[in-house]
């Protein structure tokens, strides 16, 4: 009797079948937010839109948190649009 390794087939399958799915997910929420140039735009990671980057907000949208300590020049634990395309731009 193998009834065993029949539930184990199953639990594989449906393993298999959830990571399909989220592996399309996020396929889909990244060809959402990412521009032409592979990073997402500020206004990507403004999700409230108020015109303010979070740490939250930055991290929920991949962003390290070591990029986002060195863009928030200020120092006020938010980006403003200001800071965040000082990234493009490498001026001391
Ligand atoms: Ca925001
Ligand atoms: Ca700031």
Redesign the pocket.
Known sequence: MNYSSTLQNKAAQSIALASMLLIGAIGIVQADSVTKEGAPSWAAYDTNNDS?VSLEEATTNKMPIQVFKEL?????????SD?FNKESRPMK
């Open positions: 303010s928030d020049t200020n120092h006020d634990g938010k980006l403003s800071e």
